[in-house]
């Protein structure tokens, strides 16, 4: 009678857990590397808790207290929002400190406290650059049309430099295209090749 009395505690253990008793656990899920300038998402869900639970994700350039602070969002989850929640976190090219490869991220709230080093990709979106013809003789005029595109191949409103080179790699003129078209901008003037591009 003890062996099935044993048996029949084990069995009833075995299918159904006591979840109560369980300790309250989180999952933070992240991109593997932030994009500079990119609105990059953060999803942290909780397993466990009751009532109102605010988290912070916080990037910053080191665990140091006086380190600098690049975003900081606050996350309420609850049972509205069956503890799911979604940060939007962003690093400012002109805020990085110079030569930083990576950043601390910061996850903070009641019973938890945890961090991990993300390396930021200085690579954003992608750019696609149209001419108006193939091929050009000298003193003829270029006409470009560049589209700049964000990581979600959508229209990245940011200002573009385009670099002339002649045929040795050396520099014939720089031009800083401003972007008035909603992702596409355009050259006011046409670049002209020199009669003599070497």
Excluded: C, W
């Excluded at 013809?133 to 049309?145: G, I, N």
Aim: proline fraction near 6%.
């Amino acid at each position: 009678m003890e062996i099935r009395r044993r048996l029949l505690l084990l069995f009833f253990s075995a299918v159904f857990p006591k979840t109560l008793s369980q300790s309250p656990t989180y999952l933070v899920t992240a991109p593997r590397f932030l994009r500079l300038d990119a609105v990059e998402t953060v999803l942290v869900q909780l397993f466990g808790y009751t009532g109102e639970v605010e988290v912070y994700v916080t990037l910053k350039s080191s665990m140091a207290l006086n380190s600098v602070r690049y975003t900081e969002e606050k996350l309420t989850l609850n049972q509205n929002n069956n503890y799911q929640a979604a940060a939007k976190v962003q690093v400012i090219p002109k805020d990085l400190v110079k030569g930083d490869t990576h950043v601390i991220m910061l996850v903070q709230g009641p019973g938890i406290n945890d961090f991990r080093l993300m390396d930021i990709s200085r690579s954003n979106g992608f750019m696609v650059i149209q001419t108006d013809k193939p091929l050009y003789t000298p003193e003829q005029s270029v006409k470009v049309r560049v589209y700049s595109l964000n990581q979600e191949l959508r229209p990245a409103n940011r200002k573009v430099f385009l670099t002339f080179k002649d045929p040795d790699g050396e520099k014939v003129d720089i031009l800083e295209l401003i972007d008035h078209n909603n992702g596409i901008p355009s050259m006011q003037n046409p670049f002209k090749i020199p009669l003599n591009a070497k």
